[in-house]
């Protein structure tokens, strides 16, 4: 590669790595139609035919335009969207150094973006990545201005790999030594055993030890009434448990359920900003649309879940209608093999003690009322602060502490169900609520948060 073709290269890698941390952002098609702007290089690199600037400016004010009807949940998304577009109109015109400074500043607002909804360490790889790809497409585009940058191309490779690497270091060094909120450092190092209660997309029975009360609200549901029974929230569906960590393997199939009944729940949700992209809904849900701030449809998944492209970063308001029953009639051939996973560690110990608790001439409704009254009664209690154990949970919980929060007994009661050949589900969300008569709606809050089968 010719050394003036350097920061080209780089602006464009630099796209590329953003598309790739925003990937769960942005709807697959857009994503396709950034990529397929990479041929664009090589109209930069060989052909040169470029459209008028007064064409490129009425199409970057139409398509900005255009991407205020795009579905997006609040300005975040359409900021992004506003990003990508800048982005990509810069492509199609003449790539001079003013343009690729450009690019570099808007590639850095996309990873700042990123920020927001990544926290995992593989972005702080990519990030790293980011910021060698553009100093080295900072250097020559810099030393083109001055002199011819093949004659330096190596020692400005150096130069902008050493800058890099200080970079990272001193970063490290503020980030070891600032001083910081000790609530996201203790908790993301596995320091700390406490939990709040709380809905979270991340079950893992490992390593909590006691959990707070959280009295803060999680949403409101408008009916036209109370319902006669405390009310089950459904959120999200696992099917594959590991190690103490339940994991979704379905894949993510979009389907449009329907309910046979004519006793239909509508709901109307104002659900508080969290760190989780899954929506809830009075079970069984299975249409949801969004009505605030952007008004579109949510496609259910095969579980009846639904889930947001992103984090809910602000409140949002949406339509949920619910039906009393399960509105699916069967299950799919996968989903009936993930309902039956098993971990090979606990096949045997289940095994065992199902052969005490049930006869194998029983019909899966008494299996299923037998293994709720075993876990309902002594020794089994529900505490939110159970004593440090090592083991694998299930197994601890079953034959040893006897205490644990509604995950344990949820998880304990679904794998006991497999053992016995049922296929079940775990499931989160919430249970209960305070029925408001004033406004008729359920106030739910985060202590009200909730597992079961």
């Known amino acids: 590669m010719k050394a003036k073709h350097i920061p080209i290269f780089s602006a464009y890698m630099g796209f590329l790595l953003a598309i790739l941390v925003l990937k769960e952002e942005l709807p697959l098609w857009f994503q ?39 579905p997006h949940t609040d300005i975040f998304m359409l900021f992004l969207y506003v990003l990508f577009i800048l982005i990509l109109i810069k492509f199609l015109s003449p790539l001079k150094p003013r343009d690729l400074w450009q690019v570099y500043t808007l590639n850095l607002f996309l990873f700042s973006a990123a920020t927001f909804s990544n926290f995992n ?48 270091l001193v970063a490290v060094l503020f980030f070891a030594f600032l001083p910081r ?3 996201t450092f203790f908790l993301g190092f596995g320091l700390s055993h406490k939990a709040k209660t709380g809905f979270t997309e991340d079950i893992d029975l490992n390593g909590i030890q006691e959990i707070r009360t959280d009295n803060s609200v999680a949403f409101r549901a408008i009916m ?57 809904a009075l079970n069984y849900p299975f249409a949801i649309n969004i009505t605030a701030p952007r008004t579109f449809s949510v496609p259910s998944l095969p579980n009846l879940t639904f889930v947001l492209n992103r984090p809910i970063f602000q409140r949002i308001e949406y339509q949920a209608s619910s039906c009393p029953i399960f509105p699916v009639a069967h299950l799919s051939a ?17 095994d065992k003690l199902l052969q005490h608790l049930v006869d194998k001439k029983d019909p899966p409704p008494v299996i299923v009322k037998k293994l709720v009254n ?12 159970i004593p440090k154990i090592e083991g694998e949970p299930v197994l601890m919980f079953l034959f040893k502490t006897h205490k644990g929060w509604c995950e ?36 739910v809050r985060q202590k009200d948060a909730h597992a079961w089968v």
């Not at 009310?231 to 379905?250: A, E, H, S």
């Open 374 to 385: 075993f876990l309902q009664k002594p020794p089994f209690e529900s505490r939110f602060q």
């Open 224 to 280: 036209s009434g109370p319902l006669k029974s405390p009310p089950y929230w459904r959120g999200m569906v696992y099917d594959t448990y590991q190690n103490g960590r339940w994991r979704i393997k379905l894949k993510p199939q979009k389907i449009k359920p329907s309910c046979p009944e004519s006793n239909i729940y509508h709901q109307t949700i104002f659900l508080e900003p969290y760190a989780g992209k899954t929506l809830f």
């Open 32 to 70: 396709g139609i950034c990529l397929i702007f990479f041929i664009t290089i090589l109209n930069h690199l060989q052909w040169r035919i470029y459209p008028s600037n007064l064409f490129l400016n009425f199409l970057a004010i139409a398509l900005i335009l255009l991407s205020f009807s795009l």
């Open 334 to 350: 996968q989903e009936k093999l993930l309902y039956l996973q098993m971990p090979p560690n606990l096949k045997g110990p289940l």
């Open 181 to 183: 909120s000790p609530y």
């Open 121 to 168: 360490l593989s972005f702080g790889f990519i990030l790293i990545l980011f910021f060698w790809i553009t100093l080295i497409g900072i250097c020559f585009l810099t030393a083109q201005q001055v002199t011819e940058p093949a004659i330096l191309q190596r020692p400005l490779f150096y130069f902008a790999s050493c800058l890099s690497v200080t970079a990272v």
């Open 408 to 443: 344990h007994f949820a998880s304990a009661l679904t794998l006991l169900l497999r053992s016995a050949g049922i296929p079940a589900r775990f499931v989160g969300g919430y249970y209960g609520g305070t029925w408001n008569t004033t406004g008729n709606y359920y106030l």
